[in-house]
C-alpha cells in the first residue's frame, strides 16, 4: 500500500462548480498535513496545511479525518486558473518527522 | 528575498558520466530535500539533510549521493548516470516540522 494515496483524476469541471478531492495516508503517526499546488512543468508551491479541526482558505476548504485517515481538499466557484495538479502531502514520523512524502496528485482541468 | 535556486535548469548527459546537480537556498534552512518526479509516480525522495554534515537516504537513493558542508548548499551526484535517472530534479527546504517546503524550479536530466 503507497503512504500516500490519491485519485489522480484527472477531475474536469466547469467554472463555477465546486470539486472536492481525497486523499489516504497509511502512518496513523502523521502529525503535518498540507495541500500543494504544481503547475504543468513548475515546482510544487503550498496552497494550505490542513489543521485538525478543520481550515479554509477563501474558495479553498481543508479537512482532516484521523479515524479514516484522509484528508480532503474542497474547492468552490472553479476558477480557470485553478487547473492545475494538487499533491496531498503528509510528514513521515515516528523518527523523520520533517521528512514529507507526496503523493503522485489529482488533476484538475476547469474549463469554461 | 529568500529563495531557493537550482541549477543547471535543464542538462542531457551520457550514460555513465558523473553528474552534479546544484542546489542553493537563502533561507537558512536546516532540512533540505532532493525529490525526482516522473510520471505516475510523483515525488519520491532521493536524499535529505537535517543539517550540516547530516545527510540520509530517502526511498529512492541508490546510484545518488549528496554532501552538506554548509546551510545553504546539497549538491546532488549521479555517480554514473543511467537512462533510468532521466526525470525532472526538484531541491527543497523546510524551517522543521510542520512547516512549509519551499521547492527550486527543477532540473530536467536527460541521460542518453
Known amino acids: 500500500r503507497k503512504e500516500v494515496e490519491q485519485d489522480p483524476g484527472p477531475f474536469n469541471v466547469p467554472e463555477g462548480a465546486t470539486v472536492a478531492f481525497n486523499c489516504t495516508y497509511s502512518?496513523?503517526?502523521?502529525?503535518?498535513f498540507f495541500w500543494y499546488r504544481q503547475d504543468c512543468r513548475k515546482e510544487p508551491k503550498l496552497l494550505m496545511s490542513?489543521?485538525?479541526s478543520g481550515n479554509e482558505d477563501g474558495r479553498f476548504t481543508a479537512q482532516l479525518n484521523r479515524a479514516s485517515q484522509y484528508i480532503s481538499l474542497l474547492i468552490r466557484d472553479s476558477k480557470l486558473s485553478d487547473s492545475a495538479t494538487y499533491l496531498c502531502?503528509?510528514?513521515?514520523?515516528?523518527?523523520?518527522?520533517?521528512?514529507?512524502?507526496f503523493g503522485t496528485g489529482t488533476r484538475l482541468q476547469v474549463f469554461p | 528575498d529568500a529563495e531557493i535556486t537550482q541549477s543547471p535548469r535543464h542538462k542531457i548527459t551520457e550514460t555513465g558520466r558523473q553528474v552534479t546537480l546544484a542546489c542553493h537556498q537563502t533561507?537558512?534552512?536546516?532540512?533540505m530535500f532532493w525529490y525526482r518526479q516522473d510520471l505516475g509516480h510523483g515525488l519520491r525522495l532521493i536524499h535529505y539533510?537535517?543539517?550540516?554534515?547530516?545527510?540520509n537516504k530517502g526511498e529512492v537513493s541508490d546510484g545518488y549521493s549528496v554532501s552538506r558542508s554548509n546551510t545553504e548548499d546539497l549538491p546532488l551526484t549521479l555517480e554514473s548516470a543511467a537512462s533510468s535517472q532521466t526525470s525532472v530534479y526538484f531541491c527543497?527546504?523546510?524551517?522543521?516540522?510542520?512547516?512549509?517546503?519551499?521547492f527550486g524550479q527543477g532540473t530536467r536530466l536527460t541521460v542518453v
Open positions: 527543497a527546504s523546510s524551517e522543521g516540522t510542520n512547516t512549509e517546503a519551499f
Open positions: 533561507w537558512n534552512h536546516n532540512n
Open positions: 490542513v489543521y485538525s
Open positions: 502512518n496513523s503517526a502523521s502529525q503535518s
Open positions: 539533510s537535517y543539517g550540516v554534515q547530516d545527510t
Open positions: 502531502v503528509v510528514n513521515d514520523p515516528p523518527y523523520n518527522t520533517d521528512k514529507l512524502i
